[in-house]
């Protein structure tokens, strides 16, 4: 069974902080990595797409890298602020446009 | 325009009641998708739409009922739901094929069910 998985479940940090969110996934035959942002009750917002050829994309504050030989994925968000408080989801990308999600991390960004 | 819209915004119905989410792109994306969320889990895949035909069914129960009527719709028809089915309703798009491409969601339907 193809797995993705976000540990920390939950972070909190000061304002400013630069956020590292971690994403893992057990099948190194991946086609890509997205990124999603999650406010309560709401859709997902794409953040970044990582294709299996790229190592890392860039957007802003925000940096994803992606390692297929160890099976990770990293969200780089640089000086926090309070409205980047959210659930970070990742997913991973196989054929026939099928997307696996972790179960997200749940960011708290304390003014 | 990247936005892909779904109405309606919350729904509540009865287990004997048939009623139907809506879900619209205009990006001219050939995939489409729908997507269950329950409570503090992540979305999970039901269906896939690619070029108007049904490609991935996820061994959703036969109550959920997916219909694309054309490339910028998708329906998703409900019939003698149960508790269990309420949830946060997903629609996404992307460009169709058999790689994988970038997928845009929608804000999602709020279901209840009485």
């Known amino acids: 069974k193809q797995e993705v998985t976000q540990i920390p479940a939950a972070l909190s940090v000061p304002e400013g902080e630069n956020l590292v969110l971690n994403c893992s996934f057990t099948?190194?035959?991946?086609?890509?990595l997205q990124w999603f942002r999650q406010d309560p009750g709401k859709g997902l917002t794409s953040l970044l797409l990582?294709?299996?050829?790229?190592r890392e994309q860039t957007s802003g504050r925000l940096n994803a890298s992606l390692d297929k030989s160890s099976g990770r994925s990293t969200l780089y968000i640089a000086a926090s602020q309070p409205g980047d408080s959210a659930t970070y989801l990742c997913?991973?990308?196989?054929?026939?446009?099928?997307?696996?999600f972790g179960g997200g991390t749940r960011v708290l960004v304390k003014p | 325009d990247t936005e892909v819209t779904q109405t309606p915004k919350h729904l509540v119905m009865g287990m004997t009641n048939k009623k139907s989410l809506k879900c619209e792109q205009h990006m001219g994306h050939r995939a489409m998708y729908w997507y269950k969320q329950k409570a503090k889990k992540p979305p999970e895949l039901m269906f896939v739409y690619s070029y108007e035909k049904l490609s991935i069914n996820e061994s959703v129960p036969s109550r959920f009922s997916p219909e694309c009527p054309n490339s910028s719709l998708l329906n998703l028809h409900l019939h003698a739901l149960q508790p269990e089915d309420s949830a946060l309703y997903l629609c996404?798009?992307?460009?169709?094929?058999?790689?994988?491409?970038?997928?845009?969601f929608g804000p999602g339907t709020r279901l209840t069910v009485t």
């Open positions: 990582i294709q299996s050829s790229q």
């Open positions: 997913a991973r990308g196989a054929a026939g446009n099928k997307l696996t």
């Open positions: 099948d190194s035959a991946i086609y890509n």
């Open positions: 996404a798009s992307s460009q169709a094929g058999g790689e994988s491409y970038e997928q845009y």
